[in-house]
């Protein structure tokens, strides 16, 4: 198979949500037929390089499926299929991109803050940056401020994004982020708020530096902050 035919069949199984061989694909008769990660194992195989495979099979395939999800052609669950399809390749990748001396764009600590047990949309979120190429730590839901700030403190993230569905668990954002100013820590570290009750009026009362809302305006924020 060439390489060209190799990284366009990768790029589908992202659009169709297809983790491995196993999956069943938006289109019917595609189970048993190889899927992300066959594909990127066969990749590299065949000496593609790592960032090409990224950028013209993973980027490339999550880009389409953005672009459906707003046109509402794609749901959550479309989206989260090709979101895990996407980290499964880039669990393969990740030990060859230190080899072909590609770094991480940038690290993100995700939490859904205490109280709130939400954790999809923020998942969502974790799965699209890392197929983005950025370290992210998930700290988890129901996640108090000590902990937030503590992590923050010893993991030095360029960015933090905090998530939160109901109107009763949002306002634990704004503590986190003067929790974040009173450890001398605000200046270091750009704080994206995301979540159903959210809005970017609310992100402005607590001085976030940015409200994303889905995990496609998520990353899109944080490629703009890292500028």
């Not at 959550?76 to 080899?99: G, R, Y």
Request: hydrophobic fraction near 45%.
């Amino acid at each position: 198979m060439a390489n060209e035919e190799l990284i366009q069949l990768l790029k589908e199984n992202i659009i169709q949500g297809r983790r491995d061989k196993n999956d069943e694909g938006i289109v019917d008769g595609m189970v048993g037929m190889p899927g992300a990660k066959e594909l990127t194992e066969a990749a590299i195989r065949a000496g593609i390089a790592p960032k090409t495979i990224i950028m013209e099979g993973l980027t490339a395939g999550m880009n389409v499926v953005g672009e459906k999800y707003e046109a509402k052609e794609y749901f959550i669950p479309d989206m989260l299929a090709s979101a895990e399809a996407t980290a499964a390749a880039m669990e393969i990748l990740e030990p060859h991109l230190a080899e072909s001396g590609i770094s991480s764009k940038g690290k993100i600590i995700l939490a859904t803050v205490k109280g709130d047990l939400h954790d999809i949309g923020k998942n969502i979120v974790g799965l699209l940056l890392k197929g983005a190429g950025y370290e992210v730590m998930d700290l988890g839901s129901d996640v108090p401020t000590e902990k937030i700030v503590g992590a923050v403190r010893e993991g030095s993230p360029q960015f933090l994004g905090l998530s939160a569905l109901l109107t009763t668990t949002m306002r634990m954002m704004g503590e986190t982020i003067v929790g974040l100013e009173q450890a001398g820590l605000r200046d270091k570290v750009k704080v994206l708020v995301g979540g159903a009750a959210v809005s970017q009026d609310f992100a402005d009362e607590i001085r976030a530096d940015a409200y994303g809302t889905d995990g496609f305006d998520a990353v899109r924020l944080v490629e703009e902050l890292a500028e």
